[in-house]
């Protein structure tokens, strides 16, 4: 799925995205994985001091880290394709 429309999706229901899915949106926004410990995978970004950490519960991404993700995105007005 492109990234535009994992974006919609995430934003009409957090609950039901796939961790994959979660984590091509965090890479779409220009997140990169920097260490996984265990079922926790930290991602970083270049121009955000602060770290995304997301976790697989059975296939499912947690939907209150979706939100979390979603929140940097409006906070630092980043765009899909940012790499900055």
Known sequence: ????????????????LRFAEVCSL??????RLSRTGGSHHIYVHPAIPELLNLQEVQ??????????????????????????
């Open 26 to 31: 965090a890479e779409a926004f220009g997140f």
């Open 1 to 16: 799925m492109n990234p535009r429309k994992l974006l919609l999706k995430a934003l009409q229901s957090p609950h039901n």
């Open 59 to 84: 296939g499912q991404a947690k939907a209150y880290q979706v939100r979390q993700l979603l929140r940097l995105v409006e906070r630092h007005n980043l765009e899909i394709g940012d790499a900055e």
